[in-house]
């Protein structure tokens, strides 16, 4: 029987769509035994701003996380997100810092690395394809799904074609606004599946409502694999759910490979941490509802959030309409840019600036001006050639906008550094450094005790534990546990290793 697949985005997507990535490794620590029996595709769990998330809010260093799935998770292959030459950040990087990212993630555990632009525009691809083969693990491409007039279901085939030449072993169809629909879908996998020989991936968002009859055409229409959360992560901006989906596909008369009553055990554990997550306010109602008005506008949802309190912020939030009537008319100029990350922003910030300027590119931002020099890459049609013009005008002389120091640069600078400390460092020069300063602290003060019962009673004592910590462990386990001083006889408490 033919299989379509599922990839399980609770780790990377999920947490980042509805609790801004702030899923920390406590949360999920217990679950990745019962995830790793599921029978997955793959478990989407790193990248993506997991990366940043780890060091500026979490205190966690991603590389050990990373490391921390592979260890739980040996039979299922972990996947992460790659902005291409951006890898996690929002810059061009050097190819020797992209190989070295690269080579440094599939020793630490990676398998599969899903590669997108949010340009489409191949060369920024090129480097991550070739060196994740080189290092053996999975290249898959993926296509930032827009709607345009420069869009086009053959466009879209043949920038399939050209990943396919370019080594890809999958292809994913990136829908992250939510706006593929059902008939789209059908006609979009259709054409793809006539014309490319790799297996084919879809991502979506529930946000606007059609991924639920979406994933059914695509199931339908030559999918193998797509991408849901499970239900207690899933719906509103995630994606549809896990175990529904599953269904389907098996009703279809297609199996899923996928075990029913693990999926219900990881989901069980997963409903905790949404409730818990919810009452410490990291989830928001918003982010749970269904927002058709991205069809009309195509605004994605996060880019309209986002908006909206800059408009608040500055206290104009009446120019509102007149921004949003901008919104397309700045993507047009800049030739019709899938609204993602971080084109999405700039066509946002540099619609405001038109409108409180009250003259189109009279202030143009700094991003814009680098993306029109050509910076982030090819636009998907050309960009209004009055616009570039005036863009350009206003650009300083001289000055080249995103030149990154080189690995090798970074490395004659940090000898004291391993290769991940070094990276984390020139992905995030700031935020990386602050954490690297903070972890060295942490590392004294932190660490985990495995409490477990003890055959026999004897005294509690501790192994390899200090005095004190032992006395502060005790009373807590008395208080937590509810348990008598015999009862306590009967732990053995051990270090284990740092966090
Ligand atoms: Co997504």
């Known amino acids: 029987m033919r299989k379509i697949q599922l990839t399980e985005t609770v780790l990377r997507d999920a947490n980042q769509s509805l609790m801004s ?71 061009h990087y050097p190819d020797d810092v992209v190989r070295r990212f690269i080579a440094t993630a599939v020793d630490t555990g990676i398998d599969i690395i899903r590669i997108f632009d949010a340009l489409n525009d191949l060369d920024n691809l090129r480097v991550s394809v070739d060196e994740t083969l080189r290092r053996g693990a999975h290249a898959s491409c993926a296509i930032s799904y827009t709607v345009s007039p420069v869009h086009s279901v053959e466009k879209y085939v043949d920038i399939a074609k050209a990943m396919e030449d370019m080594g890809a072993q999958s292809i994913c ?30 991502h979506s968002h529930c946000s606007t ?102 408009l608040k912020e500055q206290n104009i939030l009446d120019k509102l ?32 600036m038109n409108v409180l300027c009250g003259e189109a590119y009279g202030r143009v931002i700094e991003s814009v001006r680098d993306y029109v020099k050509g910076d982030y890459g090819k636009a998907p049609s050309p960009i209004d050639p009055e616009v570039a013009r005036k863009v350009l005008a206003t650009a300083k002389e001289g000055k080249s906008g995103l030149q990154q120091p080189t690995f090798a640069q970074a490395r004659q600078e940090h000898p004291e550094l391993d290769d991940r400390d070094l990276l984390t460092l020139l992905l995030f020069p700031q935020v990386g450094e602050q954490f690297l300063t903070k972890r060295e602290e942490l590392r004294k003060t932190r660490f985990r005790y495995k409490v477990t019962p003890r055959e026999e009673l004897t005294e509690l004592r501790g192994e390899e534990t200090d005095p004190d910590i032992l006395a502060l462990l005790t009373g807590i386990l008395a208080y937590y546990l509810d348990l008598e001083p015999e009862g306590l006889k009967l732990l053995k408490i051990q270090k284990e290793e740092t966090v």
Not at 74 to 81: A, D, R, S
Not at 321 to 344: A, W
């Open 21 to 91: 990535t702030r899923m920390s490794i406590d949360s999920f620590r217990e679950i990745l035994g019962e995830m790793d029996k599921v029978g997955y595709y793959s478990v989407e769990c790193w990248g993506g701003a997991t990366f940043d998330s780890c060091i500026r809010y979490l205190d966690e260093d991603p590389w050990e996380r990373l490391a921390f799935f592979r260890k739980h998770m040996p039979n299922t292959k972990l996947q992460m997100l790659l902005r291409g030459q951006n890898l996690l950040g929002y810059k």
């Open 173 to 202: 169809i990136k829908d992250m606004a939510g706006i593929l629909s059902p008939t789209a879908c059908g006609e979009l996998f259709t054409a793809l599946r006539e014309n490319v020989k790799l297996p084919l991936l879809l």
């Open 209 to 310: 409502g059609y991924a639920y009859m979406t994933y059914l055409k695509a199931i339908e229409s030559g999918a193998d694999v797509l991408d849901t959360a499970i239900s207690a992560f899933s719906g509103g901006v995630s994606q549809p759910p896990t175990e529904t989906v599953e269904r389907v596909i098996r009703e279809s008369g297609f199996t899923s490979g996928c075990d029913a009553l693990a999926m219900t055990r990881v989901n069980d554990h997963f409903k905790n941490v949404f409730s818990q997550a919810r009452d410490k306010g990291l989830i928001s109602d918003k982010a749970l509802g269904t927002n058709p008005f991205t069809l009309t506008s195509q605004i994605p949802g996060g880019m309209y959030s986002n908006l909206l309190s800059q």
């Open 321 to 352: 309409d007149e921004i949003l009537q901008e919104v397309p008319r700045v993507r047009k100029d800049l030739g019709y840019p899938p609204l993602v990350t971080p084109i999405s922003q700039m066509v946002g910030t540099q619609s405001v």
